[in-house]
């Protein structure tokens, strides 16, 4: 199945996001045990706050789906979103 890296830029309304945290991570936590998370985690804050998932999906459609599920999509707090299909060539992601 195809794997895809996503990345947030999240805007500056940091208070917002901090306080619906638990609801996003229960959401990554769900993709997770589905398996579809394959790596999840925050990027630095230089020079903006984001975040960077991996997640293995049929298609670009599948993710989007997935996306608009995530807490943070329906609060505003994600600036900016990249989906990008990705091949992983080494680690435990690469394809045998």
Known sequence: ???????????????????HRPAHRQWQ??????GTIL???????DPQP?????LSAADRAEV???LARDPYA???VIE??????????FGP????
């Open 1 to 19: 199945m195809p794997v895809f890296a996503v990345t947030y830029n999240y805007g500056p309304d940091t208070d917002t996001r901090m306080e």
């Open 39 to 45: 790596a999840s985690g925050p990027l630095d804050a």
């Open 64 to 66: 989007e789906t997935h």
């Open 93 to 96: 992601l690469a394809a045998d």
């Open 29 to 34: 936590a769900e993709l997770n045990e589905a």
């Open 80 to 89: 900016s979103t990249q989906i990008r299909e990705w091949t992983p060539v």
């Open 50 to 54: 984001g975040g960077l998932l991996v």
């Open 74 to 76: 329906s609060l505003g």
